[in-house]
């Protein structure tokens, strides 16, 4: 079955940086686009970044802009988020989702790695 | 980028009650619009993807209409495992937007 699984996710202090993965099996990664979308306590949905299913095309949200690195590895069926320069209002539950229907439209997410940022 | 107005932002309903919610696109999305439902620690769940196509294994109480700007979710028979969230989605163009989410409640 399919399932995407989330890990990297931690208490980091303002201005550091974490990796995130996303692993994924039950499918064939390098035929999907992917994203990552994030959620802070309480709140709701932010879609973060995207990733081409080749990534020969990748595209981020402005508020991570300039900060945030998305990569995948078909070979190795995983999915990543670099995050560097990490602010306090980075702090969120972090979801990598498959795309599907267009690449936009998400059938499967992971079950989300929590991210903190905090002094 | 896309706003996505979602409205009510909760509701009280009945079991067996009919419910319906509204999402608002500030420009035309001709019919790239999708539903989530999302229960309280869980990652979100596909139900309508392309306004009104229902996703496989959802069921078909769910059902979804509109185009361009103005969209509806309506679930034609409430259940109790129906007690939840629910965000709409554009995926008309990057930035993907969501709706600021309905949470139904029990009455």
């Known amino acids: 079955q399919v399932q995407l699984v989330e890990s990297g996710g931690g208490l980091v202090k303002p201005g550091g940086s974490l990796r995130l993965s996303c692993a994924a099996s039950?499918?064939?990664?390098?035929?999907?686009?992917m994203s990552w979308i994030r959620q802070a306590p309480g709140r709701g949905l932010e879609w973060v970044s995207y990733?081409?299913?080749?990534?020969?095309?990748?595209n981020y949200a402005d508020s991570v802009k300039g900060r945030y690195t998305i990569s995948r590895d078909n070979a190795e069926n995983s999915l990543y988020l670099q995050m560097n320069s990490l602010r306090d209002e980075d702090t969120a539950v972090y979801y990598c989702?498959?795309?599907?229907?267009?690449?936009?439209?998400?059938?499967?997410w992971g079950q989300g790695t929590l991210v903190t940022v905090s002094s | 980028d896309i706003q996505m107005t979602q409205s009510p932002s909760s509701l009280s309903a009945s079991v067996g009650d009919r419910v319906t919610i509204t999402c608002r696109a500030s420009?035309?999305?001709?019919?790239?619009l999708n539903w989530y439902q999302q229960k309280p620690g869980k990652a979100p769940n596909l139900l309508i993807y392309?306004?009104?196509s229902l996703q496989s294994g959802v069921p078909s109480r769910f059902s979804g209409s509109g185009s361009g700007t103005d969209f509806t979710l309506t679930i034609s028979s409430l259940q109790p495992e129906d007690f939840t969230t629910y965000f709409c989605?554009?995926?008309?163009?990057?930035?993907?937007?969501f709706g600021g989410g309905t949470k139904v409640e029990i009455k």
């Open positions: 989702a498959r795309g599907v229907y267009g690449g936009k439209t998400h059938d499967y």
């Open positions: 039950g499918f064939t990664l390098r035929d999907y686009d």
């Open positions: 990733i081409s299913s080749s990534s020969s095309y990748t």
């Open positions: 420009q035309s999305i001709i019919r790239y």
């Open positions: 392309a306004a009104s």
């Open positions: 989605q554009q995926s008309y163009s990057t930035p993907l937007t």
